[in-house]
């Protein structure tokens, strides 16, 4: 029988090959997840320069082609001069000197003559016609441009529409007339949907750019009260977005005057899903005035329903919402001493009870985020059945907070902020307040 040979260490314990040759193997392994992560790290981290230096240079490059293109024309004053008998590669080159300047009447011009001599597909020169003349407001002149070039099966002009009706319908956004904005963005997508193979990128876009016109049209019209036209609006947003709470939201306060019944519906899972955030007392109001109706129509079982709804709606806020202006929070110390080379973060804040009532629990998570990103969070109590926080601010509860994140520089400080979520339920926690570091000059200085 041969002995396995054995191999001591520095402490004299022996060691077999076996777990020699594991440990060798389990040192190397190490190594290259270390090295993996951090190169990893330095991708991303080079990535994200190459896409500052990217839009960096992009600005950079306008401004150069911009300088270019006005020497270029002041040196050739003549560029328009007999332009229906130039070629139509040159009426494309000048057009583009000209709108590169800002200058789109005189870029309109050479564009149009572009389109005459352009070729069949080819539908460059008109999109470029319809970008001056959007940028110069002449609307007129671009739908019966678009209304001749007639549809038919092909690629490059369901390219040239969707682009042309996106490039229309933001000229329209930017100078406020959201309907025709909407209007366009919508026969872009029209277009955009004969495509076979979209993009998810491109396909959210022009949805975004419609829900966003459609969203401001309903503003504008409940500012001059027409809120049944507004409601119209914003359903058509619900059609893009079914699952948007805000939206549902929206059409439920504007539906508890004029149709409480249907604003319940709304207005009802909402309550169930983020009660925080949702209004009672609107929703009780709808729930009244839907009560009242059934009433009026014999309904009074419906109405009853409606009633008793009120009144647990009342008792389940008391027991488990709290509101964000239910409660103040007032920033009282803010220390920041080096202790081993880092900055240990302190705070204290007071918090008072604005509310009628006392509050009998009450939790909060103190989230200490960079770039909204949560790094740590500190959890406490507010007030418990023993110590209830008293209404009306008459007593406040002072609260200390100690973040366990390294800080190393106080400059690193003004990278952070701290949110503040108060709950009487987990379920629904309430933002009540969200402050950048450091708060106040001041207290930071006097903390140094």
């Not at 029988?1 to 076996?18: A, G, L």
């Not at 789109?104 to 470029?128: D, F, L, T």
């Not at 366009?184 to 419609?210: C, G, L, M, P, T």
């Not at 705070?347 to 008072?352: G, S, V």
């Amino acid at each position: 029988m041969i002995k396995e040979k054995k191999i001591k260490s520095k402490y004299n314990y022996k060691k077999s090959i076996k777990i020699v040759i594991f440990e060798y193997l389990k040192t190397i392994m190490l190594s290259f997840i270390v090295a993996v992560i951090i190169t990893f790290g330095l991708a991303i981290k080079a990535r994200n320069e190459m896409i500052k230096n990217i839009y960096a240079n992009i600005k950079e490059q306008k401004l150069i082609d911009r300088q270019m293109a006005e020497k270029f024309i002041q040196s050739n004053s003549d560029l328009l001069n007999d332009i229906k008998n130039k070629k139509y590669i040159v009426c494309m080159h000048i057009g583009e000197l000209y709108e590169t300047v800002d200058d789109y009447e005189k870029a309109q011009i050479a564009y149009e003559s572009a389109v005459e001599k352009v070729g069949v597909g080819n539908y460059k020169p008109y999109y470029k016609l319809i970008c001056v003349l959007a940028a110069q407001e002449k609307f007129n002149e671009i739908n019966k441009i678009m209304s001749k070039i007639k549809d038919f099966p092909d690629k490059k002009l369901i390219k040239f529409k969707t682009k042309a009706y996106l490039a229309i319908g933001d000229k329209y956004y930017s100078i406020g007339k959201f309907v025709q904005a909407a209007k366009n963005h919508e026969k872009a997508k029209f277009y955009y949907d004969k495509f076979k193979k979209k993009d998810k990128v491109v396909e959210q876009s022009i949805e975004n750019r419609i829900i966003n016109s459609y969203i401001q049209v309903a503003n504008t019209l409940v500012n001059m009260g027409y809120n049944s036209d507004a409601v119209r609006y914003l359903k058509k947003v619900e059609k893009y977005i079914p699952d948007d709470l805000i939206i549902k939201y929206k059409i439920g306060i504007i539906l508890s005057d004029s149709n409480p019944e249907e604003a319940v519906k709304y207005l009802e899972p909402l309550f169930e899903k983020i009660p925080q955030e949702i209004d009672n007392g609107v929703y009780c109001s709808a729930l009244m005035k839907a009560a009242n109706i059934a009433d009026l129509e014999g309904r009074h079982t419906v109405a009853k329903k409606y009633r008793y709804k009120i009144h647990s709606a009342d008792l389940f806020i008391k027991r488990k919402v709290i509101y964000k202006n239910d409660i103040d929070t007032i920033i009282g110390d803010f220390t920041v001493k080096k202790v081993l080379f880092t900055y240990p973060l302190k705070l204290n804040y007071n918090f008072a009870n604005l509310t009628g009532y006392p509050i009998k629990q009450l939790k909060a998570d103190f989230v200490l985020s960079l770039k909204n990103k949560a790094l740590e969070t500190y959890t406490t109590d507010i007030a418990t059945k023993d110590e209830p926080l008293i209404p009306n601010g008459i007593e406040q509860k002072q609260v200390d907070v100690k973040f366990k994140r390294l800080i190393f520089t106080k400059k690193e400080l003004v990278n952070y902020s701290i949110k503040i979520y108060a709950y009487k339920d987990e379920k629904y926690k309430t933002l009540i307040s969200e402050t950048r570091i450091p708060i106040k000059q001041s207290i930071l200085d006097s903390a140094y």
